[in-house]
């Protein structure tokens, strides 16, 4: 039996938002047992759990909200925590996107280790896939079937020369996570970042936060992979799996799936439930933010 985690004391980063362009700041802390992971939107004072209700999936990420407030491109760290199997976190935001880091979720998984990880009194939760589940748009398709441990097989293809088709197959684990998924960056074609940052979106972009690729070459430097691209969405697929609140236990297959069939498959399983069942203990405690508002004084934005 697992036992539920969190981390062991809070930290924080800072960088930029992809999209915004803006400095942002986040902070991780410690929760309780059965709390999820909680996003606390420290401008509107609002704290938004990592649920698909609360999701709006964009083609280039995936933002949550509630009410006036939003915080976008959650994806990577939502990711880290839940490649690492943290299941209790509150994520304080100073601004309204997550920072860009990296590209990748490599920066959240150290900052993750510098906190520590700490097993928490009560078991963990999974939501175990006990009937196929699939999801479909045009050609893309994504699909879970049962299997006692959480499994997946990624293929995407594009008419690029240089990332072609590529395909991931591999249980995630947080060895394998680590290692595997987390330093894959995230990537953008030379002629959709000039699209972007002309809609005023990619504005924080650059060739240190993103593969960039060209017709002939990927402009941004040497890969950390051969096949980072279909890496890197496995690590999208982890994370916005996340959404689920719950660990999946299942073997997820993908075919040019992205952010927005990431979260119609969320959808399916929650509107399916004779399709799995919640292993281990299912009761969540209501949150009582138990967790530190006063933390002293701020370091300055990073600019
Ligand atoms: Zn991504």
Redesign the pocket.
Known sequence: MRLQTTIESSISSDGVGLHSGEPSRLWLHPAPAGTGIVFHHRGSGLRIPAQVDHAHELSY?TRLGLADAAIS?V??LL?ALRGLRIDNVVVEIEGNEVPILD?SAAPFVQLIDRAGVTSQERPATALRITRTIEVRDGEKWLRVEPASTFSVDYRISFDNPLVGFQRYVGEITPESYRDAIAPAR?FGFLKDVRYLKSRGLARGGSLSNCVVVDEERIVSGELRFPDEFVR??V??LV?DLALLEYPLEGAVTAYKAG?ALHADLVRAILSNPERWELVGSDSRAAFVAPYPMDLGVRPALAV
């Open positions: 990420a491109t994806e990577h990711s590209g995230t890197h969405k690590l999208d994370g952010h």
